[in-house]
Nanobody, 120 residues
């Protein structure tokens, strides 16, 4: 059982940058594929960015110019967000062990989420 803990959320002004972190409780095969998802109020959970089992990076097309994903070891995952706008307001979730397309929210393990609120 992999436990995931997100951090770094908060309330910021439009145009700001924010970096989210996700720490996994252990390194194993499951944490080789990890991703970030978000759920805005009244909307479905959507894929933001992910790193696949082979290290391939995937970022949602609409976010490629502002969001980036990285990891510095097998257990820590980051999401760098720039030029934030109110439409980015959502709960951001970290996930591990993808079962399908890494940007599809079909993962075995999920964190509790961290709130990001962007005001205009």
């Amino acid at each position: 059982q992999v436990r995931l803990r997100e951090s770094g959320g908060g309330s910021v002004q439009a145009g700001s940058s924010l970096t989210l972190s996700c720490e996994a409780s252990e390194y194993n095969y499951a944490t080789r594929c990890m991703g970030w998802f978000r759920r805005a109020p009244g909307k479905e959970r959507e894929g933001v960015a992910a790193i696949d089992f082979d290290g391939t990076i995937h970022v949602a097309d609409s976010l490629k110019d502002r969001f980036a994903i990285s990891r510095d070891n097998a257990k820590a995952l980051y999401l760098q967000m720039t030029n934030l706008n109110p439409e980015d307001t959502a709960i951001y979730f970290c996930a591990a062990d993808c079962l399908d397309d890494p940007l599809v929210p079909e993962y075995n393990f999920w964190g509790q989420g961290t709130q990001v609120t962007v005001s205009s």
